[in-house]
């Protein structure tokens, strides 16, 4: 099923077929009572899929960001080093930063989360140059 | 005072050559052939009004032109809210050269940027960070204090009405009255099954 999508979405073909696994996953992750409920690595493997279409444009880069956080979850690490490379192929620093901010305020009062995901994340953070908001001193007021 | 008006009234009556005009003197006009660029039409009540509404719609239209700028509705808006990270549109649309400079520097490597270049593009993009949207105000003190404050002068104002405006307590109120008024209750037996008069002892002369 990734495959197809992957091959959709090289092809740029901006049409339902693209969106499908994500609504079909979409109504899984809602919990019906029948039909397959989407595991968690499916649902990670189709948002790093999501982000890793190399011609993403900047209003799917938004539009994949603003959904990702309306869940009741933390993304991934892996998720996320997909949504900030597509940041990078978009020329878009400032929008990675806001990532970052935006794991940190999902992770809410647990606060070990945002710190192990950074520690996932210091590779890439690394490779591509993008500073935390801790190191850029936006974190506090 | 009506050449604006002359044109558009013009054309209005030849619009309305076959419509019915009330008076004599429109109709008299009509038959003189007013047609449209005649530029002094005969004085007329219609007309009058008509083209004083024209010219206040032509001034309202003047007066909200230098009204400040609405924003455009029918663009993306900028918004900083935590539910979404990334808004519709940039916070800076409109860059310096300063600025469109550090966005080409932008499409190199990132590790090349400074600390304050990163910041300054953060900034451009986006206004508030996020400790910034959910800093709260002392806003709630400034309403709590004030509902106080309209509390403490309605009760001024209530005992101003006590002093002022209400009339005398009622003399059922007064001496021995409400005491002879519940002896007479229990004379009565006003409700003796589960009321008053069941909590009155009758053998004894005093409550239950």
Redesign the interface.
């Known amino acids: 099923m990734f495959r197809a999508a992957v091959r959709l979405s090289v092809s740029g073909v901006r049409s339902l077929t693209r969106t499908q696994p994500g609504c079909q996953a979409l109504l899984a992750s809602r919990g019906y009572s029948h039909g397959k409920q989407e595991t968690d690595e499916e649902f990670d493997a189709r948002w790093v899929t999501y982000f890793n279409k190399p011609d993403i444009d900047a209003w799917e ?2 539009k994949g ?2 959904t990702l ?2 869940y009741d979850l933390v993304p991934e690490p892996k998720i996320l080093e997909a949504a900030l490379r597509a940041c ?1 192929r978009l ?5 990675a ?3 970052l ?2 794991v ?2 999902k992770a809410g009062p647990h606060k070990d989360i945002y710190p192990y995901v950074i520690q996932e994340l210091k590779p890439v953070l690394e490779e ?4 935390t ?1 801790e ?7 | 005072m009506f050449h604006l008006a002359a044109g558009r009234v013009g054309s209005l009556a030849a619009k309305r050559a076959t419509a019915a005009l009330s008076t004599s003197s429109a109709r008299m006009m009509a038959s003189h052939g007013h047609g449209t660029g005649d530029t002094h039409p005969p004085f007329h009540q219609q007309q009058l009004l008509v083209s004083a509404l024209d010219k206040l719609r032509q001034d309202d239209r003047k007066r909200f032109r230098q009204v400040s700028t609405a924003v455009d509705m029918s663009k993306p808006l900028y918004t900083d809210s ?7 549109r ?1 916070y800076k649309e409109v860059l310096t050269d300063a600025d469109k400079s550090l966005k080409q520097k ?2 190199g ?5 400074s ?1 304050e270049e ?2 300054a ?2 900034r ?3 206004l508030k ?4 949207m ?2 709260s105000t002392p806003e709630w003190k400034t309403v709590l204090g004030v509902a106080f404050f309209f509390l403490g002068l309605t009760g001024f104002v209530v005992w101003w009405q006590k002093v002022y405006v209400f009339p005398k307590r009622p003399r059922t109120f007064e001496g021995d009255w409400p005491e002879k008024q519940l002896k007479r209750m229990l004379d009565m037996r006003i409700n003796p099954v589960q009321g008053i008069s069941s909590k009155w002892d009758y053998e004894k002369g005093q409550w239950k």
């Open positions: 880069l938004r960001m603003n956080v309306c990078r020329n878009d620093l400032a929008s930063i806001r990532i901010e935006a940190k305020d591509l140059g993008i500073s908001p190191e850029l001193g936006i974190d506090k007021l | 935590v539910d979404v990270p990334l808004p519709d940039p932008e499409k490597p990132w590790n090349q940027l600390k990163k910041l593009l953060y451009l993009k986006f960070t996020y400790p910034e959910r800093h």
